[in-house]
Structures are given as C-alpha cells and as structure tokens.
C-alpha cells in the first residue's frame, strides 16, 4: 500500500523555465510534507516542507502548494537551472512529538536542459 | 564535519555472510532511523531508535535484520546471512529530540551493499 504517490517517474524541462512535480498521499492522518532532492551516489537533502495548516510556502526558487481536499501537493522551481537536474522525493509524516518518520514516494527524476 | 557519518560507504558480501552498517548521528541528535532505497524504488522505512530503545521498528523484515544504537558509539544495521535481494543502499537519518523537533530528517550520504 503506497501512501505517498508520485505518478510520474521523470520530466524534463528547458532551463529557464517552470518545473512543477507533483506528489498525491492517500493517508489523511499526514499533517506536514517535504520535498527532498538527491544527487546519485549521495544521501536526500532537505529542500522544503510544508504543514497541513498553510497550502503555500515559498523559498526562493522553490514553492511548495498544498491541497488538502485533494491529497495533492506539488513542487514548482523557477526558474529552472541545469543544477536542479536531480530526483525530487515527496515524503509525509505525522508530527506526533519527537518521532519523524517519514513516508517516500518512488521519486521523480528531473532533467533540465540547458 | 558534523553531519551524519555512515560507514562503509561500499560493502561487498557473498550470501550468507553478514553486513554491518554503522551510522553516526548529527552532532546533538539523538535520534536516528534507517531507510533503505531498493534499484528503481524510493526510500522505505525500516526502523527508528533513540539510545538504547527501538521505538518503531515496523519496516524491518522479521528474520535476518536487526539494528542498535547503544548508550555509546554509533548505531548498526546489521543484517545476517545475507542474499541477493538484500542489495540496495541503506541511508541512515536523524533528528534531535522531542523539544528540536522541526520534522525534518537529516540523511547521511548511504551505504551501498551488494550482495554477490
């Protein structure tokens, strides 16, 4: 049973423009989101999260949006650069005290060309 | 550095040998969880320790797998006679406790184990 979804397993954008990768969890019970990107051969890095009570947050280049009656999120980059060429990961997580286990999806693989 | 240590970075096993892997938390964190990235699959939890308990270990396959982290020294994966399936990455992750708690999971960079 996968509780965090992510459909499509690449896209590829022009640099310059807008990546948008989007993410669905079935799991009603997550209250706080985040993107996670990875480089082969490295372990994620944090990129941005988001809590069930905002659908917007931003950081430079990245936001994130938040539909809660869809169970979908998603992560818009723009502009688009070579150096976000990369797999995105979508994870959930209940914030229930100090444990932060957190749900993946499969990964999504940008390629941004130049 | 002080972020989260994980070695060896490369282990190569033949069935039905042993692999220990051993993680190291970010300096102040107290707790740590183990993932494990199968080709092709994203990341699936396995277990979450603090020192001397394991919290939630409902990832863990029920034979073979076990995992620590003692009042010292690091934590360990250890996984007994290995096979092939057992390839894959494993990532090591923690967080400080309950009061520092911003949700989000700090990753070491994984230890690649392969299982001839």
């Known amino acids: 049973d996968q509780q965090v979804k992510q459909n499509s397993p690449s896209l590829s954008v022009q640099e310059g423009r807008i990546s948008i990768l989007n993410c669905d969890y079935t799991?009603?019970?997550?209250?706080?989101f985040l993107w996670y990107k990875k480089y082969p051969a490295e372990g994620p890095t944090f990129l941005i999260s988001?809590?069930?009570?905002?659908d917007k947050n931003e950081d430079g280049r990245f936001t994130v949006f938040l539909n809660k009656s869809a169970k979908h999120l998603s992560l818009h980059i723009v502009p688009s650069q070579p150096g976000d060429s990369a797999v995105y990961f979508c994870?959930?997580?209940?914030?229930?005290?100090?444990?932060?286990?957190?749900?993946f999806g499969k990964g999504i693989t940008l390629s941004v060309r130049p | 550095n002080a972020g989260v240590m994980q070695n060896p970075r490369h282990l190569v096993r033949r069935r039905g040998q042993e692999a220990r892997l051993r993680c190291s938390p970010m300096k102040g964190h107290s707790h740590v969880y183990w993932y494990r990235q199968l080709p092709e699959e994203g990341l699936k939890f396995m277990v979450y320790l603090q020192k001397e308990n394991i919290i939630d270990e409902s990832g863990m396959p029920k034979e073979r797998f076990s995992a620590e982290f003692p009042k010292e020294g690091p934590s360990i994966l250890r996984i007994q006679q290995v096979v092939r399936g057992d390839s894959a990455a494993y990532f090591c992750?923690?967080?400080?406790?309950?009061?520092?708690?911003?949700?989000?999971?700090?990753f070491g960079e994984g230890s690649r184990l392969t299982v001839l």
């Open positions: 992750a923690s967080s400080p406790g309950w009061q520092q708690n911003t949700g989000e999971l700090f």
């Open positions: 994870a959930a997580s209940r914030m229930t005290g100090a444990n932060s286990k957190l749900t």
């Open positions: 988001i809590s069930s009570i905002k």
């Open positions: 799991n009603s019970m997550f209250d706080y």
